[in-house]
């Protein structure tokens, strides 16, 4: 039976020490709750008394319906000169009334000397006094070594005198940490030993990746004999972060047969890794290993078409063993097989497709070489091999628009009939961050649809009044969405005169997809990411209709056999 390494999770406390991120006090109960279900062992909640939000924490954590994780209060050794049973700190962890108490103490005579300033004997004591003092009030203590692989690299008697004295006070687990963040493999194997050694508690690791060497070394530790790895969701920390659970967890179940999860919750890695992501409002890292959205994605036609023969030619594993999917993605380096894959997984039929694939091939790196980009609009190329294969698309056409943005005093008023009067008035100041677009198109039938619209700028003035023209055609419109607008300037020396991309995210609360435009002008080059984003959402519709009436029809069918 495969060896169980228990997971740590200290996303709550170490990872909101990170730059830009920051959770909420009902954030960090949700991502308790999301751990539990994961199957992560035990929780970090935070350092009682520090702060009122990790104080509410450990009072609202109570509340929760937990299935099997364990909450650990966070906190220092007593201070000196003091008796542990005198300890404000201490005395706020035991009032946490959590199962775990995990309690750092300094383990560099560096830090004894010039931090603390009392002798290093003393330390040792303090350690010692702490451990046993919180054995008194908590099922389990977890001793956390700080900086123990500095502190061995330069004393290693001392460092091992520190961890000896926490487990002689009855620590359930020593926890060794690389705090810098600066030591290699082999320094942790080093370390590993010497503490076994010496001490027959059990062993844990706590890593940060200020060498990119964090997940390298947590491996190393549990080789090692580690039963316990700390980090974070993401590799969120302080300075460069802590190590990341993502990577650790599928790297010790994957490729070195311990057992961490079930299976089926590893198959929900990305998921757990996007959730935490979205909670701490930041951009998810797409290039991160096992469960970014480029962990899996292919782009050279060469890989592309090795991939569609065995999947395991550029694969290290089967992206669906930690929820995530294989990629493929279309640019001026595509080949016949990236349109191949491509048009399968848009269910384009792809005999039908056949004529025209070296034409889409071509047309693509044309347009890449003018500036477009399809790997973050694919909902741009479906639309064209939609219309290589059948034709333009019909939902409407454009006869005209008009966008006007303009600084001074006036008053712009807005007509029942959509037409819009400006005013001077010397009185009134005018927003600069104002504007307004006019559109004048033809709807399926050939009807005229004419509106106008203000926004805070040209191109939400823009898409406000496009969507005010085609919701008359097709109401499902309402459902979408403006999620993201992005613009490049594509030139090198031409400065304001160079050619500009747009980039389009929207949704409509079941999707999401990505359209482009490239133009001179940023107002075109967003017109035509705006008009690819609506033809979308109204092409996607109609595909989902046809789907559910030939389910319908397949039903009747069986049900008449």
Known sequence: MARTIQIYDTTLRDGCQAEDISLTLEDKLRITERLDDFGIAYVEGGWPGSNPRDEAYFTEVKRLTLAQIKVAAFG???????????????????????????????SWDLHVRDYLRIPLSENVELIHDTVRYLKRHAD???????????????????????????????ADLLCLCDTN??????????????????????????CHNDSELAVANSLAAVEGGAVQVQGTINGVGERCGNVNLCSVIANLQLKMGYHVVSPANLRRLQELSRFVDELANVEHNKRQAYVGQSAFAHKGGVHVAA???????????????????????????SGRANIVYKAKQFGV???????????LVEDVKRLEHQGYQFEAAEASLELRMHRVQHGPLRYFELIQFRVVDEKG?????????????????????????????AVMLAGPDGEIEHTAAEGNGPVNALDTALRRALRRFYPSIEEMRLLDYKVRVLGGDEGSAAPVRVLIE??????RWGTVGVSLNVIEASWQALVDSFEYKIYKDAKRARRAKS???RGRATAGR
């Open 506 to 511: 929207s949704g409509d609360g079941r999707d």
């Open 181 to 206: 963040g600066g030591r290699l493999p082999t320094e942790i194997a080093a370390g590993l030993e010497a503490v076994r050694a010496a001490a027959p508690t059990p062993l844990g690791i706590h």
């Open 349 to 359: 039929d792809v005999d039908s497709l056949d004529g025209h694939v070296r034409h």
């Open 76 to 106: 220092s050794t007593r201070r000196a000169g003091v008796r542990a049973s005198d300890d404000k700190n201490l005395e706020k962890l035991v009032r946490a009334e959590t199962p775990v108490v995990t309690i750092f103490g300094k």
């Open 409 to 437: 005093y006036m008053r712009r008023e807005f007509g029942a009939d959509g037409a819009c009067q400006v005013k001077t008035d010397e009185r009134i100041e005018h927003d600069p961050a104002s504007a307004w677009a």
């Open 551 to 553: 389910t319908r029809r």
């Open 307 to 333: 991939v569609q023969r065995n999947p395991q030619t550029y694969e290290h594993i089967d992206p669906a063993t930690v929820g995530n999917r294989q990629r493929v993605l279309v640019s001026d380096l």
């Open 140 to 170: 389990e203590v977890i001793y956390d070594a700080e900086h123990f692989f500095d502190g061995f690299r330069h004393n290693p008697a001392y460092a091992l005198d520190c961890v000896r004295a926490a487990s002689d006070a009855g």
